[in-house]
DNA sequence: TATGAATGAGCTTTCATTCAT
DNA sequence: AATGAATGAAAGCTCATTCAT
């Protein structure tokens, strides 16, 4: 008999040890012989575990969406009122471990092989579900805020959770850019404080 | 000099005819026989005005500043009142025409070679420069709505700017990938209307 | 030594069972795994049975060769008047089954490695012999039949025997192409007429 | 201006300098690397002219047909009589020269891959059409010389045909094996003797 | 100056073979 | 004895770059 092997779990484990590697060289440049290394197997062993470079990327980029739903689930459960839910939720957005970077990093990445009709999966109906549905819890937090009187009612919580969504990848990459840029502890802290006391001001 | 005058305009023709090529394939996918062709020119024509492929991409970032530089500018430069010129701001930097489109997409592309150290250029340093520049510029902006009674005296001005200026990337970027995603003429036009709003609720 | 027995019994079970897969894709594409999977076996223990995959192709030949000798000398030993061997041995020549076409196809991948020098066994002797054998008993038959009137008496039975023995090959690999061609059993059958009936006309 | 080269012809000497590997090594284990050594040229070259090693066996493959019909051709249209245009047709059918040598065996090889499926171009149809043409006009030949009383009147002038044609390569692939088994000229005078003279015994 | 033919380093991928279990 | 996980040599193919014309 064969050494047993759990193949998913090896699979998951090579994936792991993948991502550094292709946050830091990039999905193109990054050589399956990186990867190999990075993994500790030969370069054929690779492919007892992923049919092509692509699955690697893909399999990667399952690791991202579960992290992105774990990070963001933590953060909306815990709270009970709407501006508590809302901090936290900008508050997780906007927070980078150095762990984080590298899945942000391959994210774009992904993002960018989309936007190119060089995507393999089906990264852009995925982002755009959990875009959705976190719009919508958003909104709702802002709605159910407006109608505690934090915000002025003909505020389109819509559109505003859209925004507010949508714009921490820009912080989040400006920062990872240059931390020197800006301190986003303190970055995140401010807007908070900003976005929250709207009405009250 | 005449000579060198028009070996520069040459090169930034070519530069020009590339971005195309460049935003639809990304840098490394891009052959240079791809932007020989996109410029009408032989492959070995290429290698008259640029010593490699990476100083292609140099020149193309070259253009993305200056653009970037002229249409932020622009907005700067002709309102008087803060709000004004902060919303026309925000206006302009959520505007996308599908000419600054293939801008948007080389400049991430540039972001993550940067990222992970593989730029060639002074990117960052660019960047840092530009961000800097506005950063200040809309910091600015807010003292001057602050002292007009637009915002909150304790509203941190230069925070609240980073924020501003660093979202713009990521609403962009999110609509790039998914245009049918949300209207992003009204979600800027509901932005603007919250964030100039704040301290008259 | 019933092990060896045992051992020699599965070599060639799992010979046996290639032939399908070797005929199919070819000696080179057919892979060690489609062998084991054909055989229902895992990979490593085709290596228990076979020193290299060279070596199963070996004992596949010895296969076609065992099938030859047989299929040949059932003919040979049925009749007892040289027209009506010579008949037997044409038609049983000429006599495709869904089992022998493998062989064939098997055969000729053989042969032109051996053409290249690149076979592995001692398949040229084998083949010069068994056609040695095979010519010197035509030409035996056509001696006969001179003898008894069926052939001119300058007829040169040797070389006739060889034209007889190696045209066989060319009306199969012929068939085998493109069996919708001709319809070998009417063109066997009109053959023979003609040869057998020479003398008569 | 680069250099000017004939692409087409340049393609052809290629093709030729490659029959001689491919005929040695098999097309598949001729590498990229062996065809271009023997043309003298890079391995990047290669791809200049052929978009897959799979192009350069259809390259020539063309190379084999054409001289198939050149030589076919050529036997066919010198003589009046048709016991005459026979004897030429087999005699350079079973001519086997160096140069030919290489090309039959490329032609076998064709064939199996083509009987396997694994053929790329239209190589079945175009043997199939040669074949075809080639079976009409030997019939037509047995027939003419039917009506010369050179053959009985019962003889089945398309079956014999196909299995004049169809034999030589079995012919020619057994003495291409062992050139000592047998002298195939001889056997060839001495089967076109036979064939010839039939009715008249 | 402009060109594209030529090149080989370097990539992904396959697979015969080995070997720990 | 039987297995399949592991491996790296070797293959086809791409492409930035050079250079003769």
Redesign the interface.
């Known amino acids: 008999m ?1 050494k047993i092997v759990d193949k998913d779990k090896r699979r998951s484990e090579i994936a792991h040890k993948a991502i550094e590697v292709l ?4 999905f ?2 990054a050589t399956i012989q990186d990867i190999a290394d990075a993994a500790g197997v030969g370069k054929g062993t690779i492919y007892h575990y992923f049919k092509t470079k692509g699955e690697i990327l893909m399999a990667v980029s399952g690791e991202i969406f579960r992290e992105m739903e774990r990070s963001l689930g933590a953060a909306l459960l815990r709270m009970d009122e709407p501006e508590e839910r809302l901090a936290a939720l900008i508050q997780e957005s906007l927070n980078i471990t150095e762990e984080l970077e590298h899945l942000y ?1 391959i994210y ?2 992904l ?6 009709g ?1 995507g393999q999966g089906d990264f ?1 109906a995925v ?2 579900s959990l ?2 549905d976190l719009r919508k819890i958003v909104a709702r937090m802002i709605e159910d805020g407006k109608r505690k009187g934090l ?2 009612e003909d ?2 919580a819509d ?2 959770a ?2 507010l969504i ?13 931390k020197k ?2 301190d986003i502890k ?2 995140t ?3 908070i ?2 976005f929250l ?3 009250k ?1």
């Open positions: 064969p946050a830091r060289k990039g193109q440049s990093i774009t990445d993002w960018l092989a989309n936007l190119r060089q852009i982002i755009t875009n959705d915000w002025a505020i389109d559109a505003l859209v925004y949508t714009s921490f990848d820009g912080v989040v990459f400006h920062y990872m850019l240059d840029a800006f303190h970055v802290r401010e807007f404080r900003f006391r709207h009405a001001a």
